[in-house]
């Protein structure tokens, strides 16, 4: 059987982490566990807990251990896969805490995506499509740095790498997610778009997946949606009750909060990753708009996250962190 870990073998430790990524799925063998596909392009006949489904692609396919999956037929597949367990992304997810209902207060108090495609067993959860062409280049991007990430093990950072990058799959995921299931919440920064406003979901949606680009700027943006910057700026304030500019800017600094809370990545690499031009003009960005440096928010975060880990964790799994 496939082993469902990937092993440190440049270091001495020998780490391994919950996760492999199969940059060629064909979907006829999904062994029990997360999986995360990403569905590039062509079509697909399979059965979901005895329902028969016919999808096409570009989409996302998320599955857990315990559903029953059957692929019947595909054809034109183009797909990539992460095989993972939630513990990757912290490691209290544990089976036994996500299905717990202190999961989600601990998810909302710390920001961490609930997993719902993966914990729901419907269809609609388990198939997420209609990703934009932005979205798919993004996706395809994403997933082949993580398989590089794991197959060469470039430094001692590659672990917190390959978290960094599997965290922006997910939350790529999460606004796809919710904006077909409202019902289900909404992540922070997303906005209700009213109808009419569809140039406005376009930037909304280069920003959430082209944030690390330092080229990105409020001209570009207008550039996009074939609009004049001072319309944009307009319509978008109208909708979100901010500037493009402000916006971009917020979004990259959250992003930011994201890899420092979740990675041991060193401030210039979460910078650039960021979309920040520079770690000093990122750092001071940073301590005006959270009144703190970036290594004393990641110091004060991670320890308010093990204080509430400890008083949400049965005290066998407390003892044994």
């Given at each position: 059987m496939e082993k469902l870990y990937t092993v440190d073998r440049a270091h001495p430790l020998e780490r391994k982490i919950p996760m492999v990524c199969r940059k060629r799925e064909t979907l006829r063998e999904v062994p029990p566990?997360?999986?995360?596909?990403?569905?590039?392009?062509?079509?697909l006949e399979f059965l979901l807990e005895d329902t028969r489904h016919v999808c096409s692609g570009p989409a996302f396919l998320c599955l857990n251990p315990w559903q029953e999956f059957r692929l019947l037929s595909s054809r034109g597949l183009k797909a990539a896969s992460i095989l993972f367990h939630p513990r990757f992304i912290n490691k209290n997810l544990t089976d036994e805490f996500i299905r717990k209902a202190e999961f989600e207060d601990f998810c909302d108090l710390h920001d961490v995506f609930k997993l719902y495609p993966f914990l729901h067993n419907d269809f609609r959860s388990?198939?997420?499509?209609?990703?934009?062409?932005?979205?798919?280049?993004?996706?395809?991007?994403?997933?082949h740095i993580t398989a590089e990430e794991l197959e060469k093990q470039p430094d001692w950072y590659w672990t917190c790498r390959t978290r960094s990058y599997f965290m922006d799959i997910l939350s790529i995921l999460e606004r796809l997610y919710y904006n077909t299931c409202p019902t289900e919440g909404h992540p922070l920064y997303?906005?209700?778009?009213?109808?009419g406003y569809d140039d406005v979901s376009r930037i909304l949606f280069t920003i959430w997946s082209q944030y690390y680009d330092p080229?990105?700027?409020?001209?570009?943006?207008?550039e996009i949606v074939n609009c004049d910057p001072s319309t944009v700026y307009r319509r978008f304030k109208r909708v979100t009750g901010t500037t493009t500019g402000e916006y971009l800017i917020d979004y990259r600094l959250y992003e930011a909060t994201v890899k420092l809370r979740f990675t041991g990545l060193d401030v210039g690499e979460i910078a650039f990753?960021?979309?920040?031009s520079s770690e000093s003009y990122f750092c001071r960005l940073f301590k005006?708009?959270?009144q703190v440096t970036p290594g004393e928010f990641r110091r004060r975060?991670?320890?308010?996250?093990?204080?509430?880990?400890?008083?949400?964790?049965?005290p066998l799994q407390k003892a044994a962190q």
């Open positions: 566990h997360y999986f995360l596909c990403f569905i590039e392009k062509g079509c388990t198939f997420v499509a209609g990703i934009p062409p932005t979205i798919t280049t993004r996706v395809h991007s994403l997933f997303d906005c209700v778009i009213p109808e080229s990105l700027t409020t001209h570009r943006l207008a990753q960021s979309g920040f005006a708009r959270y975060t991670v320890e308010e996250r093990k204080r509430a880990a400890n008083a949400l964790l049965p």
